[in-house]
């Protein structure tokens, strides 16, 4: 059973598709798939109970799908051009599924452990990005091989630690970045009461009130942050900023951030 989140965040993800039909149904087929569900919530089960991290779950996955969606629309409608499109292999469309199905699998590794998740997630992803291709694309082996090919490099680049290079698997990185509001933290903080290694990721993502995801002044993407406590910064310059600072999508953000009702700093 989807939990009420998951629901409202599927439900605002289909809103912002539905100009896109390949993405649309390939979205759609995602979040029936009962295998994936498995797989996200035994991931969640292993980050939370076992290894006190924060969400990494289906909402997780979800919200940075949502995440990777907003950005990629907003570059669109700048005019900038996503790595399949400029080098004439594939359309927006596919970057748009390429980013969908990175999105939604970037953290299966969860289920195994921490270390080395991204490898992980690759070779847990790997079977359902396929069957999820041939249902959408049938007939076309170019699209598949291509789409398959920049989800994967999304999921094995999202930690930041592998060099990356196309502008859809920068914005999965961004995306995945920016998924660190309070109620990412609510669980772990509520569950795990003994100091742990990575609590400071619970306590700073529970300082982060709001993320704003929008048109920016100078460039296509703004991102605005608004945190109830200092230690939010944390969040941000540890996690958020050395996910941008390798994205090949740097270029396309600003980054504003502050404590509620004080001015917000400029990063980039």
Do not use: W
Not at 5 to 33: G, W
Not at 60 to 81: D, F, T, Y
Not at 209 to 234: L, Q
Not at 236 to 241: H, N, T
């Amino acid at each position: 059973m989807k939990s009420v989140k998951e629901v409202n965040t599927e439900a605002k993800i289909l809103e912002r598709l539905k100009d896109f039909p390949q993405s649309l149904k390939l979205v759609q087929y995602l979040f029936e798939d009962a295998e994936l569900q498995e797989l996200q919530e035994y991931a969640n089960s292993v980050s939370i109970k076992r290894l006190g991290y924060n969400d990494h779950g289906p909402v997780h996955m979800r919200q940075v799908i949502g995440n990777a969606v907003k950005m990629l629309k907003l570059l669109h409608e700048s005019g900038i051009k996503t790595s399949l499109e400029e080098e004439e292999t594939g359309t927006f469309e596919d970057s748009m599924c390429a980013v969908i199905l990175a999105g939604m699998m970037h953290d299966l590794g969860m289920s195994v452990g921490r270390q080395g998740h991204e490898e992980m997630s690759v070779l847990l992803a790997l079977p359902i990005i396929e069957r999820a291709l041939l249902k959408i694309f049938p007939e076309d082996l170019h699209r598949r091989v291509v789409i398959k090919s920049v989800a994967t490099e999304a999921i094995i680049g999202h930690m930041s630690t592998r060099k990356i290079h196309s502008i859809e698997a920068g914005i999965i990185l961004i995306a995945d970045g920016c998924d660190m509001t309070k109620g990412r933290a609510r669980i772990p903080l509520a569950i795990n009461t003994t100091p742990k290694v990575g609590d400071i990721h619970k306590y700073s993502a529970n300082a982060i009130n709001r993320i704003g995801i929008h048109h920016g002044d100078k460039k296509p993407i703004r991102i605005d942050i608004e945190m109830s406590a200092e230690v939010g910064f944390f969040q941000i310059e540890e996690v958020l900023l050395t996910k941008i600072e390798a994205s090949p999508a740097k270029k396309f953000v600003e980054l504003y951030a502050g404590v509620e009702g004080e001015e917000k700093k400029c990063y980039l």
